[in-house]
């Protein structure tokens, strides 16, 4: 197994914060296929992660799980808890991707007359290069303040998404508000509706609401007032917000594709949906066509008539998003319905006239 080791100039508040940074990386090796079974043992604090991490590792991967002991312990040398006293909360830092999930995010805030600043982690997504710019460009457009941070991950590996990756961005942007007196109120772009029974070990195990209730657990043990908010149920909320501004929708990261591909796909797409006789298909910039996130989407803005109606591309996308179930949605397989397909990607959403004298058949044949 490569190994990897996030390398960083940065001195964390409190020694727990550099355990949580150390288990980013060790969870690389929880989902390695040669480990069957793992004797580990941590602090009580962080027993709570390890619980939901042992939770997501049993039910992903059927190999095993974890057993509770006293050696072999990556924190044996844990030094004492000290809490953190904390300041008044001046200040909600949104943890920003540049995405319309924490774009949404401080669009809301911001509505809501609150003090935004945006804290952005370079370094961990590292099939998406281009995302940084992409968060500069939408915090110029929404006229909020944003902070780079960095990270490096040493050792070589295939990119995949690590079950821990949210939970140490939190912790960074953590840092980052305690270091400057900012207070102790993050706020995260997931959703309350994403569980870890419906979660995939290996892709967004981090994203879920349990993981989420472990780290809360953890920190606030530490800092006892500490808030991280998630107030999104699913997708569907955030590309309601994001829409309404043409502007920042055009410019948010919006597309799973990674950068080498996209211009390309999205050029393809065009081509090949625009023939004479039909609406000349329209994508926003930045956008494939392809992923399950483009489809979700371009079938939501033009249920908006924010793009117009490009038949065979509609369709085509429906077809994408039902051929996606298997691998992004796999405890949805018994689907039947476009109206059951709609409830999976884009709960909420009315499904227009026009879509409702399809069949099922017909959009996957």
Known sequence: MSSQRIITDKHFVHPLFEQLVDMYYYCNMISDPFYDCLSVSFHPVVNPLLE?????????????????GTTNSPFM???????????KDLVVVVCFSGG???????????????TVCLYFLKGINKSYPDEYKRAEKVASILGLPLYIDEIKLSGKSAFKENPMKNQVVATFALNYC?????????????????????????????????????????????????????PFKNYT???????????????????????????????????????????????LPHRCGNCWKCCVEYIYLVDNGILEY??????RCLRRLADKLPTEHPYHSGVKTIEELYKVYLPGVSIPDRIKVMTYGQVTS
């Open 77 to 87: 040398n844990y030094r004492p808890r000290v809490l953190i006293s904390t300041v």
């Open 178 to 230: 305690l270091s400057r007196g900012l207070g102790t109120t993050i706020v995260f772009g997931d959703f309350t509706e994403d569980t870890a029974d419906k979660a995939a070990w290996d892709r967004n195990w981090s994203d879920t609401v349990e993981m989420w209730d472990a780290y809360r657990t953890v920190i606030q043990s530490i800092i006892p007032g500490f808030q991280l908010l998630t």
């Open 100 to 114: 319309k999930d924490s774009t949404a995010l401080a669009m809301r805030l911001k509505e809501e007359g609150k």
């Open 237 to 283: 909320e955030t590309l309601a917000i994001v829409s309404k501004n043409r502007e920042i929708l055009e410019n948010v990261q919006g597309c799973l594709a990674p950068m080498r591909f996209r211009e390309h796909w999205r050029e393809q797409n065009i081509k090949k949906y625009h023939p004479n006789f039909q609406v000349p298909l329209e994508l």
């Open 310 to 315: 490009n038949m065979a591309f509609y369709v």
């Open 52 to 68: 939901c991490l042992f939770l997501g590792f049993k039910k992903g991967t059927g190999r095993g799980g974890f057993s509770y």
